[in-house]
């Protein structure tokens, strides 16, 4: 599992247009791939992660202060460019495994008292946010080993 996290002073993600998910305080924004042998132990594990990292404003966690998420699927982070010019796509799970998984990451996160709004799985989105520091982090759970 490879996450994207940005902190972010506001966020949405649109489908032709239209809203469909929105962050109005200071939170985070989550890209989220899904690769072939993730679990939800997994995706249990990168939600703990990310809910209690302390990287906002003051050194604190989102669980510290009720910090809103945005959460939208993105298989394009598991490219494979180190051949040609076109990425290939084998490394992120299709759709029938991706999908459950990514909703059991949202419902974890929301298990653990985050509010989480999403885009739509599958869809084209634009996401738009202002990115506050900037700070990005790209989690990948192949870094972890055995180790929490």
Do not use: C
């Not at 649109?14 to 939170?27: A, Q, R, T």
């Not at 298989?75 to 290939?88: D, E, M, V, W």
């Not at 949202?106 to 990115?131: C, I, P, W, Y």
Request: hydrophobic share 40%; no cysteine.
């Amino acid at each position: 599992m490879r996450v994207v996290l940005q902190r972010a002073k506001s966020a949405n993600v649109s489908i032709d247009g239209e809203i469909v998910g929105k962050i109005d305080s200071p939170g985070l924004v989550l890209l989220v791939g899904i690769t072939h042998d993730d679990t939800p132990e997994l995706t249990r594990r990168m939600a703990e992660k990310i809910w209690k990292l302390r990287i906002l404003e003051g050194e604190v966690s989102a669980s510290d202060v009720d910090a809103p998420v945005l959460a939208v699927s993105q298989f394009t982070l598991y490219a494979n460019t180190r051949k040609g010019r076109r990425p290939s796509w084998n490394q992120a799970a299709p759709g029938e495994i991706s999908e459950p998984l990514f909703n059991q990451f949202v419902e974890d996160l929301r298990g653990l008292g985050a509010h989480v709004e999403t885009g739509k799985f599958g869809a084209e989105m634009q996401v738009s946010l202002v990115n506050d520091g900037p700070v990005t982090i790209i989690l990948d759970s192949a870094d972890w080993g055995s180790a929490k």
